[in-house]
Nanobody
């Protein structure tokens, strides 16, 4: 049984920081590309950042320089360090694990963690 469990969300003031964590079980974590997505109320889910199995990273332009994705394969954990948070960063943040083997896509999601940026 595959599980992705996010944690670290909460209420933070503008300009503050949070670090989200996502612990995976039931998969060979090191073989998966890991993503963070977010979804704000009334908006579509959007990709925040990606870290591939080889540890190369990419992030959305609006978050570059503020958000950093990293992974610890020994702990089956992916992190999202969020700095200089803005009210528009308020959303539910989701962890996603993806692996493509031939024509088969393995795609798993966590339950999400709420991030609220407000004074």
């Amino acid at each position: 049984q595959v599980q992705l469990v996010e944690s670290g969300g909460g209420l933070v003031q503008p300009g503050g920081s949070l670090r989200l964590s996502c612990v995976a079980s039931g998969i060979i974590f090191s073989m998966y590309d890991m993503d963070w997505y977010r979804q704000a109320p009334g908006k579509q889910r959007e990709l925040v950042a990606t870290i591939r199995s080889g540890s190369s990273t990419n992030s959305a332009d609006s978050m570059k320089g503020r958000f950093t994705i990293s992974r610890d394969n020994a702990k089956n954990t992916v992190y999202l360090q969020m700095n200089s948070l803005k009210p528009e960063d308020t959303a539910v943040y989701y962890c996603n694990a993806v692996r493509i083997v031939g024509s088969t896509k393995y795609d798993y999601w966590g339950q999400g963690t709420q991030v609220t940026v407000s004074s």
